[in-house]
């Protein structure tokens, strides 16, 4: 890949590219190298190609059809047994597609209209190749398309996806429009630049593992990019080796600030978090009835909330904060200080109902990040958590400007948010995550990267990126993805982060 790996485009800046790179080039180049790339893709997943493998090509009406005849052609002249499906008018196909539907059609591939499909489903195929629709899809999928796509949903073998899973849209994640479908596949090849869609929300279950293809176009055509998946390369060099001549006033204080009455879990869970993290010093503030010390962790410190000075901690308020009138006033004098801020939870909920605290925050001085999951967001934004979920992105970006804050707006393809709108995905985590505290966790990693003085953005992407890779270890490990327990990240992060700091060249 000449342009950054790790960059992500949207639908528009794909657009751009595509028209600028084929304005240099001989007319269906970039389409005959879409669909090379995603045959020799396809003949690696099959190991018994050579010996007349079936493979079942979707084609649609646009140039996302085109690449699947270009492919099926490549498939075909390397031995395998090839049925095309297509059910539009060949004369209607763009340019380009209409050329490598003729290719095509000079082999001895068998074409079938939509009608063929009950035999077709009776056969075994090696692999499904979608090419209905790619970043050309307009509006929900219909009939006779989405019967094709239920029917491939159920079927057995892989099916491998033309740039994007048909059915989801490229920017965002959703399946596109109101009861839609889409293709769910093992496998997807994406052309020109890698898409957000296949990362987030129901992208990572609909897009199966993303390779990317650029199609040798060349690096002056690619926009310098916004998005970005999520990877230590974003945060490392903030990360350090402890000196020798170091001391625990060195890696900082973090104040959790929470556990209301029958809460007080969710505090203790953020303050074995940040302390297993790295914090020199930890303290836990309890809105009500402070234990004397936690039995099971008693290096952390716990006093009443009222009593703490937040002002020498970096602050992590929110966990089992409640919404009482003294978690308010907690949350008030939080954000007239100015140290570094972490804001989960109930924190959030209390912050969507002050307009006045609102303005506070995004006029504060210091590191501040937001830990949304997408009901919190949706609070903070007056809309729905759909509405949220619709445009994940969009979502990260808005809260980001709104309260000049990094935002961490939590879920399957995590968005982390800065207000200049640079903006990442993180693809580390799995739904062993999808337990309660994992929150708790999360926002006192936060806490502790910040305190050992990680600039917000950096802390946020380190830390998001070493929980989901904690729960990756626990799942490979066997202990997942059914019955983690939230606490059990934590010993897997400490690894996870020391094992990043431990790889790192000498200074
Ligand atoms: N241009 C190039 O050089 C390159 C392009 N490349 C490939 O082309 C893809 C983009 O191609 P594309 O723009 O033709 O769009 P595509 O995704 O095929 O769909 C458009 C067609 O589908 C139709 N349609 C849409 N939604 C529908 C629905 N819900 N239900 C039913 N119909 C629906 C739509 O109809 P319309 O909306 O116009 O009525 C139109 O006919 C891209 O993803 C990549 O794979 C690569 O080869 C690299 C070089
Ligand atoms: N299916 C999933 N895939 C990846 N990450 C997930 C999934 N479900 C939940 N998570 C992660 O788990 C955490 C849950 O946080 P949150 O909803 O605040 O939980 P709690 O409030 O119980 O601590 C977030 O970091 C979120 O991104
Ligand atoms: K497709």
């Not at 490229?170 to 052309?191: E, L, M, N, Q």
């Not at 010093?281 to 234990?291: I, K, S």
């Not at 995550?433 to 600039?455: E, F, I, R, Y």
Request: hydrophobic share 45%; aromatic share 4%.
């Amino acid at each position: 890949m000449k342009n950054s790996s790790n960059a992500l485009y949207s639908v528009a800046a794909i657009r751009r590219i595509e028209q600028a790179a084929i304005a240099s080039l001989p007319s269906g180049s970039l389409m005959q190298r879409a669909g090379l790339a995603a045959a020799k893709l396809a003949l690696g997943l099959i190991p018994s190609h050579s010996s007349g493998a079936k493979a079942l090509v979707l084609a649609g009406p646009g140039n996302n059809g085109g690449d699947a005849f270009v492919l099926a052609s490549h498939l075909f002249q390397n031995g395998m047994a090839v049925t095309v499906l297509f059910d539009a008018y060949p004369e209607k196909l763009p340019a380009d597609a209409r050329g490598a539907y003729a290719q095509a059609r000079q082999h001895a591939i068998q074409f079938s209209p939509f009608s063929g499909l009950p035999g077709i489903l009776e056969k075994q195929w090696d692999i499904v190749i979608d090419g209905l629709f790619g970043i050309g899809l307009s509006k929900a999928i219909a009939t006779p398309y989405r019967e094709l796509i239920d029917a491939v949903n159920r079927m057995s073998c892989p099916v491998l996806a033309l740039d994007v899973p048909s059915g989801l849209d490229a920017d965002t994640g959703t399946i596109a429009g109101k009861d839609g479908i889409a293709i769910r596949a093992a496998y997807t090849i994406t052309f020109i630049g890698d898409k957000p869609g296949l990362h987030t929300a129901h992208g990572r279950d609909l897009a199966g593992t993303v390779h990317v293809d650029d199609l040798d176009i060349d690096a002056r055509f690619f926009d310098a990019p916004e998005i970005f998946k999520n990877e230590p390369k974003l945060f490392s060099h903030v990360l350090r080796r402890r000196p020798h001549n170091s001391h625990k006033g060195s890696y900082g204080n973090v104040a959790i600030i929470g556990g209301a009455q029958g809460m007080h879990g969710a505090a203790i869970l953020s303050g074995r978090s940040a302390l297993h993290l790295g914090a020199g010093r930890v303290f836990v503030g309890f809105l009500e009835q402070a234990p004397a010390y936690d039995s099971m962790q008693p290096e952390l410190m716990c006093r009443a909330a009222a009593s703490m000075e937040p002002d020498d901690a970096t602050i992590v308020i929110g966990p089992g904060l409640g919404t009482s009138p003294q978690a308010l006033e907690q949350l008030a004098k939080t954000c007239s200080s100015s140290s570094p801020l972490v804001m989960d939870a109930d924190a959030l909920n209390l912050l969507a109902t002050r307009s006045d605290l609102q303005h506070v925050l995004a006029q504060r001085g210091g590191h501040t990040i937001l830990t949304p999951h997408p009901l919190e967001a949706a609070r903070l934004l007056s809309t729905t958590a759909a509405g949220i979920q619709a445009d994940r992105l969009q979502a990260g970006r808005e809260l980001a400007r709104r309260f000049n804050a990094v935002i961490v707006l939590k879920g399957s393809g995590t968005v982390i948010a800065r207000p200049d709108g640079k903006t990442a995905i993180n693809v580390t985590g799995n739904p062993a995550l999808a337990t309660a505290g994992t929150g708790d966790v999360l926002a006192g990693m936060c806490g502790a990267l910040l305190a050992q003085s990680c600039p917000a953005w950096e802390a946020a992407l380190a830390a998001v990126w070493i929980h989901g890779l904690a729960a990756d270890r626990l799942v490979e490990r066997g202990c997942g993805p059914i019955g983690v327990a939230a606490g059990e990240l934590i010993p897997v992060a400490r690894e996870v982060l020391n094992g990043l700091i431990n790889g790192m060249p000498n200074a």
